[in-house]
């Protein structure tokens, strides 16, 4: 052992050491756990809820759009592979802007199969995702799941002191807050959110559809905030499968999902267009609240955030989850070089260059898309035919648009 793994004075000899401890088992703490795991760290991780009902059984219409970057990030970590039913690549991504019942505008911007040399992305259902990072996390030797439990985190100087609602006793070097918006051990460790409300809702759900997708995502920006349809693999019962998210004034919004499914169906049309037929909704519909929130600091004593404990942005450009996976990717660079030289990964220098890693790119993500939901999210005849002409702009300048699909990419 090194002497940078020398406990605390205070710490009980019985004590589980390890190198990280991540509280909260969602999508990015989970993988951060899986990703650190293969880079030889010691790792426990602690949820509340009980992992195996995380997995829900029956298809419920949501899913995640998981960028080129993110899915390299999975295969490294082991998860892609376990996924339990296919993914579906999206490989054209076609902006418009317009209103409801309305054609959209001729002017567009289309992200095509020559803008990139891979998939922009791929759809994968939120239980699919679930299933595959329980199994990995199970399965990785390096890998203490703690679950349902709770953490009780005193940190000092010279390291972190963990003890569970169990009865279990940790060490760590170092404490990443994967706890989601509401996060305690940021609120424990002082660290100031500012929020950004939208009262807007988004609307989340599946629709079978009469003509294939082929692959096509469609951002349709209206008045009240964009429409997203994705394509996603269809099964048996359904061949042509999309999801759909969409964004409304938060009243509308729930009295929109309440609607019978005819009138729920009608109102798809009008967004969407026929381009995909016919189309019946599949599953259940979900309404969440958005709001965009931030961190003003991502450290502090043997503490990182990352993922939505860190930050929250407005869904309008579909990188929330991708966000917080660039914050892994960041995270488990970092610390796999600090413990292949044998270092500290909990380093006071270690947490400010992951800050300045993450947090500025962040925050820029943030505000663009923020701008957006501001530029696109209104009505004013004016507006319009700006973002009109920008979108027809850059669908034009062949290496403008191919940068713009590479961020978005998170390559």
Known sequence: MSEHMTPPPSTPADAMEVDVCIVGAGPVGATLACRLAVEGLRVVIIDRAALPPMEHPAFDGRAYAIAAGSRRLLEAAGVWGNLPMPSCDIREIRVTDGRPGERPSPLFLEFGREDATEPFGSMIEARALRVALNATLHAKPGVTVLAPDEATVVRRAEGALVTTRSGRTISARLVVAAEGRRSPLRTQAGIVVTRLPYHQCGIVCAVAHERPHEG?????????????????????????????????????????????????????????????????????????????????????????????????????????????????????????????????????????????????????????????????????????????????????ITPLRRAFARHAMGL
């Open 216 to 396: 096509r995502a469609l951002e349709h920006f209206l008045p009240a905030g964009p429409f997203a349809q994705l394509p996603m693999a269809g099964t048996a019962e359904h061949p042509n499968l999309s999801a759909l998210v969409w964004t409304d004034e938060e009243k509308l919004a729930h009295r929109l999902a309440e609607l019978p499914a005819e009138a729920f169906t009608h109102e798809i049309h009008r967004r969407m267009g026929d381009w995909l037929g016919a189309v019946t909704p599949v599953g259940r519909r979900w309404v969440y609240p958005l709001s965009a929130q931030y961190a003003q600091r991502y450290i502090d004593t043997r503490l990182v955030l990352v993922g939505d404990s860190a930050h929250g942005i407005h869904p309008i450009a579909g990188q929330g989850l991708n966000l917080g996976f660039r914050d892994v990717i960041a995270l488990s660079d970092l610390l796999a070089g600090v413990q292949a030289r044998g270092g500290d990964v909990g380093a006071p220098d270690v947490l400010r260059d992951y800050q300045a890693r993450c947090r500025p790119a962040n925050m820029l993500m943030l505000a663009a898309t923020d701008a957006l939901e501001r530029l696109f999210g209104n009505d004013n005849p004016v507006l319009r035919l700006a973002r009109d002409i920008g979108l027809a702009g850059v669908n034009r």
